[in-house]
């Protein structure tokens, strides 16, 4: 099976490496999207594989988020059908994965970027970098993390980030529990290869049961209570200000609410 263009997947030492190559930044849009879902098919019936990690080969960010330009001057209804890949496909592709996943991040992770991040089961992340949900600094929500963050980190701190758009430092993320470990960027792939091939050591069959009784141990409702947020940020869309803040980030200006 081919690479396709933006994810490149790789079998080493029993672990399936998906590593996303958008440059600059691994926006995510349909494409991406469709890509990297074919890949998590793959991981999980490749029997070659019994765990995953997840890392980008962009300097500049795991992932910057979602490419706005996507949905600049869209429909509520176009910003529907992307978040049902990144919030719902996404999901169900980690929630019947049958095999540990990892987030290996060696970047700054922002917005989408930290919704693949956290859809992983374990997070490895570099300590000289941060996260953030910025979208409410260009009129937007960052659904997904008004129902994940709260359940990670605390209400209390959970908004501050939601509704400020300021990051949080790998060492912060680490000390609230959000990530499992922040090490040296020059470490983060050893570590991460180093978890999956303990995670690869185990009984393939007990791993799968396993993890999907902690799947469905843990998912709180997790589809209804997404449902509720996408319904927001598709009606936020179609707002005036949404479009002022999309055209402003474009324009590089101050949006002018």
């Given amino acids: 099976m081919p690479d396709a263009e933006f994810i490149h997947y790789e079998i080493r030492d029993r672990v399936a490496e998906i590593t996303m190559s958008r440059e600059p930044v691994n926006a995510v849009n349909h494409q991406f999207l469709d890509e990297l879902l074919a890949a998590y098919t793959r991981a999980r019936h490749d029997t070659d594989a019994r765990a995953v990690i997840l890392s980008s080969s962009c300097e500049k960010a795991f992932s910057a988020g979602?490419?706005?330009?996507?949905?600049?001057?869209?429909?509520?209804?176009?910003?529907?059908?992307?978040?049902?890949?990144?919030?719902?496909?996404?999901?169900?592709?980690?929630?019947?994965?049958?095999?540990?996943t990892i987030a290996a991040i060696t970047q700054p992770a922002r917005a989408a970027g930290m919704t693949l991040a956290v859809s992983c089961d374990c997070i490895i992340a570099a300590e000289e970098y941060d996260?953030?949900?910025?979208?409410?600094?260009?009129?937007?929500?960052?659904?997904?993390?008004?129902?994940h963050l709260p359940?990670?980190?605390?209400?209390?701190?959970?908004?501050?980030?939601?509704?400020?758009?300021d990051p949080i430092s790998a060492k912060e993320a680490e000390m609230r529990g959000l990530i499992n470990y922040a090490v040296p960027k020059s470490q983060v792939m050893d570590r991460a290869r180093e978890m999956?091939?303990?995670?690869?050591?185990?009984?393939?069959?007990?791993?799968?049961?396993?993890?999907?009784?902690?799947?469905?141990?843990?998912?709180?409702?997790?589809?209804?209570?997404?449902?509720?947020t996408v319904e927001a940020i598709c009606a936020i869309i179609g707002t005036d200000d949404a479009q002022e803040g999309l055209n402003a980030f474009n324009e590089k200006r101050p949006p002018n609410w």
Avoid at 131 to 147: K, Q
Avoid at 152 to 162: P, V
Wanted: charged share 25%; glycine share 8%.
């Fill in 66 to 100: 979602m490419d706005l330009a996507m949905i600049q001057g869209g429909s509520g209804l176009d910003l529907r059908r992307f978040l049902e890949k990144l919030y719902f496909a996404m999901h169900d592709a980690q929630y019947r994965m049958g095999k540990p």
């Fill in 131 to 147: 996260f953030g949900y910025p979208e409410i600094l260009v009129g937007i929500i960052p659904a997904m993390h008004l129902v």
């Fill in 151 to 165: 359940r990670q980190i605390g209400r209390h701190k959970a908004f501050e980030l939601c509704f400020t758009g």
């Fill in 196 to 228: 999956a091939e303990k995670f690869a050591s185990m009984s393939p069959v007990v791993m799968d049961l396993g993890r999907s009784a902690f799947m469905r141990a843990n998912d709180f409702e997790y589809r209804r209570a997404i449902e509720n």
